[in-house]
């Protein structure tokens, strides 16, 4: 696989002044990780809860392990930039996070971090408190007419009452059923847990109600429509505000698979990065509007029976796929380092960059990706080489990475054969549509 360049590739700064302290340790924090290195080939601190394979044996990442606890997080990340100033580093940290709970973590403790020597470029709390309710962002997507999908919410602040039933839902089953807020979720526990659930029947959603009750949930879930189509009717959007409220980088995707496995369910896992002009404006007006800063992911799907993109979700945060921004030609490191370590004014960019983005095999999405057109320019995408994978970076390479990465492509065949077989996505397919490239915004 050859990896594409981005505009500042290969001009590492010296001496940049800053340094990136990411808490987590999955696929998107590695890929956050490579783009601070192509671009300033600088070293990221990773606070983890533990040493995965996506960040293990890296030579562009120093890892320090804390505790999962948002106090004990706190606490690590004060000790080290405690151990960074006895250095007699000037280095600016800057705190990121690509985990929802992880973001309040920060964002309530700002101001402790910001005197601790962080930059913390995330939205104010309140703000990414609303919007990272799937209701309230549908509420705010309303009052500017940006499609959702029809929805019912399920408040179980009161499921302690003896009396308390769950809302009717008026529209068709099959159903999909999710928390409002996945921070809200994080910590309940039951059997058959899932991230997202796909409902057959009234008695299956009774079921799960009753689960949720009895787990102690008492945040919202959401009950909405399931919009026909496979995975390739999804759309990725990613964009960040700068710390005026300008959306200066915007990227968009059409998802070719998604991953099945319950804990990942929903998280892309190939796409072609494709300017979508109707849901950039969309996602940039949304955040203008609503006032954000930093980085924030859309979740949008095209709607095959009336050829119009529906937003799902906005997460506060630049996603677990953030790579295929930077793949696109639009470096996600430059443009926040330029507006909270440099206090560069930039002028808006938008990747646009075709470049297939993948962390399955190609020869599975081959056999994935049913539609005939789409599929062939994923092979001619394969052919002129023009592809990714966020954890083959050359400047990172060595023997057991190679292997880790090698095994995880492997163990896909198995995760798909096993949650998501090939007879079932062409029971999904039969009621796709052609490529939805002419979808829009409003009816």
Not at 416 to 438: I, K, M
């Amino acid at each position: 696989m050859s990896t594409p360049s981005t505009p500042a590739a290969g001009a590492p700064a010296a001496a940049p002044g800053f340094r990136p302290v990411i808490v987590g340790s999955d696929i998107g924090v590695y890929a956050l990780a490579r783009a601070f290195h192509e671009r300033y080939g600088v070293r990221t601190t990773v606070v983890a809860f533990a040493e995965p394979g996506p960040i293990a044996n890296s030579r562009i990442i120093d890892v320090v392990l804390s505790g999962s606890e948002p106090e004990q997080i706190v606490a690590t990340l004060r000790e080290h930039a405690a151990a960074q100033a006895q250095t007699g580093s000037r280095d600016r940290l800057v705190a990121l996070t690509n985990m929802d709970w992880a973001v309040r973590t920060l964002v309530h403790h700002r101001a402790e971090l910001e005197g601790a020597g962080y930059v913390v470029p995330f939205a104010d709390v309140a703000l990414i408190d609303r919007i990272s309710d799937k209701a309230e962002f549908a509420a705010a997507c309303a009052e500017l007419g940006i499609p959702t999908p029809a929805t019912v919410i399920q408040d179980f602040a009161r499921a302690d009452d003896a009396g308390w039933q769950p809302a009717p839902v008026a529209f068709d089953f099959p159903v999909i059923a999710k928390p409002a807020s996945s921070a809200d979720y994080h910590g309940v526990t039951f059997p058959g847990k899932k991230k997202i659930f796909e409902i057959a029947t009234p008695a299956e959603l009774d079921r799960l109600m009753i689960s949720l009750r009895e787990a102690g949930f008492r945040g919202r879930f959401l009950v909405q429509e399931m919009i026909p189509g496979d995975d390739t009717q999804m759309r990725s959007v990613t964009a960040y505000a700068d710390s005026s409220g300008r959306v200066t980088l915007r990227a968009s995707a059409h998802v070719l698979l998604e991953e099945r496995t319950p804990a990942t369910r929903g998280n892309p896992s190939a796409m072609i990065v494709e300017r979508i002009d109707p849901i950039l404006d969309a996602a940039q007006r949304l955040l203008e509007h609503t006032g954000w800063r930093g980085f924030a992911n859309f979740d949008v799907k095209l709607d095959p029976r009336d050829g119009v993109f529906k937003f799902f979700e906005q997460n506060p945060r630049i996603g677990r796929n953030n790579y295929y921004v930077t793949a696109g030609g639009q470096n996600v490191a430059e443009v926040l380092v330029d507006d909270v370590v440099h206090g560069v004014r930039r002028e808006p960019v938008t990747a646009d960059r075709e470049v297939l983005y993948a962390v399955v095999p190609h020869h599975l999405l081959r056999q994935y990706v049913l539609d005939p057109a789409l599929r062939a320019r994923v092979v001619a995408l394969m052919k002129a080489r023009r592809t990714v994978h966020p954890l083959r970076y050359k400047a990172d390479s060595s023997p057991r990475r190679r292997l880790y990465v090698l095994t995880a492509l492997v163990n896909h065949w198995r995760k798909y054969r096993q949650h998501y077989p090939l007879d079932e996505l062409r029971r999904v397919h039969a009621t796709n549509t052609p490529d939805g490239a002419s979808g829009r915004v409003s009816a």
